[in-house]
């Protein structure tokens, strides 16, 4: 095999059953033992089909499935790639961290695609939540978090302009650029929901369509009581485990 782990001639496939299940063992074996590594790319349908000697449909019908198993990612306009598993991190919920702090705690890099930035009308839930005033825009940064190169989440964050005039200020941090603001969040109320993410949240994350995935939802305040943030996340399922403190209440009964 050469470096993608294809090679670049004829494939064997394992015997038995119908073609499409051969590829996709076959596949599926290479990904197993190492052959073909997390971000590799697949030869183009039409290559695959030519070096295993088998139509273009059985290749779709394959690959496809491996998609649905989320062991293969699709991505619009470049091809597909074997998945990368997420890191699994663990996150406490007692801590009013950011997702900067939370990856540099652990030696993880951070990055961020960002997906839109702006100030907007509100929405009637933004408007509420935020507590703006007639005629009161909204600053909204929407990004995709990425930790060692793997995206775990996709966070909507909306603050009032009071708080966040200049969108364009946030760099790399949206807590740091509250902080240097003197305006940083000291108390939140998170909410947290299983979902399965829609298409276009599971192509963004690399995962399947449908695949488990956690809904925050996120309301921060100021020291001064006034609310600063209000995101909207959706975190790969795979990624994160959420661990809560417990303790013994004072309505004990025993
Ligand atoms: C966390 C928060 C998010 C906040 C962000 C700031 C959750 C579910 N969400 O990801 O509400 O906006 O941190 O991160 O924990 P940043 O300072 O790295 O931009």
């Known amino acids: 095999?050469?470096?993608?782990?294809?090679?670049?001639?004829?494939?064997?496939l394992p015997s038995g059953g119908p073609l499409y299940l051969q590829l996709k063992r076959w596949l599926e074996d290479a990904i197993a033992n190492g052959g073909i590594k997390p971000g590799d790319a697949l030869p183009s349908e039409r290559d695959l089909a030519l070096r295993v000697d088998v139509s273009r449909v059985t290749v779709r019908k394959a690959v496809q499935q491996l998609v649905q198993d989320g062991l293969l990612v699709q991505r619009h306009g470049s091809g597909t790639f074997v998945a990368t598993p997420a890191p699994r991190v663990e996150q406490s919920l007692?801590?009013?961290?950011?997702?900067?702090?939370?990856?540099?705690?652990?030696?993880m890099a951070v990055r961020s695609q960002w997906l839109d930035r702006g100030v907007y009308p509100p929405s009637p839930q933004e408007t509420m939540v935020l507590g703006l005033t007639a005629?009161?825009?909204?600053?909204?940064?929407a990004r995709l978090r990425l930790s060692q190169e793997t995206p775990l989440a996709i966070e909507r964050a909306s603050l009032s302009t009071q708080i966040l005039p200049d969108p364009a200020a946030v760099r790399d941090s949206l807590y740091a650029c509250l902080e240097q603001a003197g305006s940083r969040p000291i108390r939140a109320i998170q909410r947290i929901r299983a979902a399965n993410l829609e298409a276009d949240e599971a192509a963004l994350l690399g995962v399947a369509p449908g695949a488990a995935g956690l809904y925050i939802e996120r309301?921060?305040?100021?020291?001064?009581?006034?609310?600063?943030?209000?995101?909207?996340?959706?975190?790969?399922?795979?990624?994160?485990?959420?661990v809560a403190e417990l303790r013994l209440g004072d309505g004990r009964t025993t």
């Not at 095999?1 to 064997?12: A, K």
């Not at 900067?100 to 652990?106: C, K």
């Not at 005629?135 to 940064?141: A, F, K, L, P, T």
Request: overall charge negative.
């Open 135 to 141: 005629g009161e825009q909204v600053s909204r940064i």
């Open 219 to 242: 309301v921060s305040y100021l020291a001064n009581g006034r609310v600063a943030e209000l995101t909207r996340s959706t975190y790969r399922g795979d990624a994160y485990d959420f």
């Open 1 to 12: 095999m050469t470096e993608d782990g294809f090679g670049s001639g004829p494939i064997t």
């Open 94 to 107: 007692s801590q009013l961290t950011s997702f900067t702090e939370d990856m540099a705690r652990r030696g």
